[in-house]
């Protein structure tokens, strides 16, 4: 992770990953990450086309704000 993801993370303590197949799915991770991020306040993290830490599939990291007023309507 970023020194800003772990600062992140530790902070708002939620957060999501978003697993798809680089060659076949990335566009739809992509689109999944739009809609988020224009509908809620999140913090998108890079996406990752190879396995990362624990891992094994490629995936984006989606952080989320707890004190956000939509906050339970996504969860």
């Not at 020194?3 to 689109?31: C, F, M, W």
């Not at 913090?43 to 995936?59: A, L, S």
Request: proline residues 9%; negative net charge.
């Amino acid at each position: 992770m970023t020194e800003k993801t772990t600062q992140s993370v530790g902070n708002l303590g939620y957060h999501a990953h978003i697993y798809y197949d680089p060659t076949k799915t990335r566009t739809v991770a992509e689109r999944v990450c739009a809609g988020l991020g224009e509908k809620f306040p999140v913090e998108i993290e890079e996406f990752r086309d190879t396995p990362r830490g624990p891992h094994p599939i490629p995936n984006v990291l989606v952080i989320l704000s707890p004190t956000s007023s939509s906050m339970s309507s996504l969860i």
